[in-house]
């Protein structure tokens, strides 16, 4: 193939997700679900070797996104979320065992039924945190709360994805062995990380010092790309170690002010080509267990109305605030997506339910107040 025959390719691929993005917006449709309907008629359109030209785009979106989540934490930050735990731990159960055992009676697969329950635990940080601020909610009392939550959920993801990352692939090893060894990683990884923590703070000092010569974004790509390749070769997952290299960058440092200011782009675009290759690459059909997708899908809505309310009690919030707090957090996204990415299997059924859930959830959302208000309507 010639290279201008390439050049057009990756032009039209990227033309097509502005268009897609830039035309749903004005329906209210978050990028994530744009680009994965743009996927979908990219299967109709594209040459099937338009993934590989744009792979290095592909295979570091989870990399940069999780070392941009990192840089929003810090060691303090993450100690002072205490009020969080319990509303979080409510989260987490009330949403991953009811899918994990369903998926597991009926598959009988503990990997399958792991990746599944990962994926559909989470609510979509990007599409929540755009609705609350596309519809002026962040002054509401619950926003916080949402917003802790989904902090809580994005450590916990980062685990989960740890694990599940390392037990894929590493064949057809007993679940328990896979776990033991997996927790075992995870300790070795945060403990190292916790004695040369100071030493990483001294180097960001350092750097900060080259912080704004033109070139400083090599070095940071370069830097993340080396350290997570080394991670996933040790068998630790390169999203943790992305996380974790976010974590040590101060935010009155220079060199968060520069990475903020010149690699937001390019993760935004890698997790763009993402969601893109996600449907363009899956094989989504209705051909799988539809009981079990029914089940899930209404088990997750479930799930998440239930434990959004209750977390919420427990957070303080009054029975009005809980109501309208559980209709805003139902959607999934871009978390779902990526535990999906780990076993081709999972695919189909995480996509349906992630583009329901972003559906139904953004709908939800909009009128949440009204039915909140309508359920329990204030005295007097």
Same mark, same amino acid.
């Given at each position: ?22 035309? $749903? ?14 996927? +979908? ?6 040459? @099937?070797?338009?993934?590989?030209? #744009?792979? =290095? ?7 940069? +996104?999780?070392? =941009?989540?990192?840089? &929003?934490?810090?060691? @303090? ?8 735990? *319990? ?16 998926? !597991? ?6 990997? !399958? ?36 939550? /989904? ?8 685990? +989960? ?12 090893? &007993? ?30 000092? @350092? ?5 704004? &010569? ?10 993340? $790309?080396?350290?997570? %390749?080394? %991670?996933?070769?040790? %068998?630790?997952?390169?999203? +943790?170690?992305?996380?974790?290299? %976010? ?11 520069? #990475? @903020? ?5 390019? *993760? &935004?675009?890698?997790?763009?080509? !993402? ?10 059909? =209705? ?26 009690? $427990? ?13 805003? =957090? ?21 996509? /349906? ?17 009204? #039915?909140?208000?309508?359920?329990? *309507?204030?005295?007097?």
């Amino acid at each position: 193939m010639h290279s201008y025959e390439i050049l057009l390719w990756i032009g039209l691929l990227f033309s097509l997700l502005f268009v897609f993005g830039f035309s $749903l917006r004005f329906l209210k449709v978050p990028y994530i679900l744009s680009f994965m309907l743009a996927g +979908l008629v990219g299967k109709e359109l594209f040459h @099937e070797k338009v993934i590989e030209w #744009v792979t =290095f785009l592909e295979h570091s979106a989870v990399i940069f +996104l999780f070392f =941009f989540i990192g840089l &929003e934490y810090s060691f @303090e930050r993450l100690g002072a979320m205490r009020n969080i735990l *319990k509303p979080g731990l409510a989260d987490l159960f009330i949403n991953f065992l009811p899918v994990f055992l369903v998926t !597991f009676l009926a598959t009988k697969n503990f990997i !399958f039924s792991a990746v599944v329950a990962s994926a559909l635990y989470p609510s979509s940080t990007a599409i929540t945190a755009k609705l609350l601020s596309d519809y002026k909610r962040l002054v509401f009392p619950e926003a916080e709360l949402l917003i802790g939550i /989904l902090i809580f959920e994005d450590l916990i993801s980062i685990i +989960l994805l740890s694990l599940l990352s390392g037990g894929i692939n590493s064949g057809q090893e &007993e679940p328990t062995f896979l776990l033991l060894r997996s927790v075992l990683s995870l300790l070795v990884f945060f403990f190292a990380f916790y004695l040369l923590r100071n030493l990483a703070y001294r180097a960001v000092g @350092e750097i900060d010092k080259i912080s704004e &010569e033109t070139i400083f974004p090599f070095l940071i790509v370069g830097t993340l $790309l080396l350290l997570c %390749g080394l %991670g996933e070769w040790m %068998g630790v997952s390169s999203a +943790l170690i992305a996380f974790m290299l %976010g974590v040590i960058v101060p935010e009155d440092s220079l060199t968060y002010k520069t #990475v @903020e200011e010149r690699l937001a782009d390019l *993760k &935004e675009l890698a997790l763009g080509v !993402f969601f893109f290759s996600f449907t363009y690459s899956a094989n989504i059909s =209705f051909d799988q267990n539809l009981y079990l997708f029914i089940t899930l899908l209404l088990l997750s809505l479930i799930t998440k109305l239930l434990s959004t309310y209750w977390g919420a009690r $427990l957070y303080g919030l009054s029975k009005r605030v809980s109501i309208r707090a559980s209709l805003s =957090f139902l959607a999934r996204g871009e978390f779902s997506l990526i535990f999906a990415s780990l076993l081709p299997t999972t695919q189909a059924l995480v996509f /349906l339910v992630v583009l329901i859930t972003s559906i139904l959830g953004s709908i939800a959302f909009v009128y949440a107040p009204k #039915v909140a208000y309508a359920l329990a *309507k204030p005295k007097g």
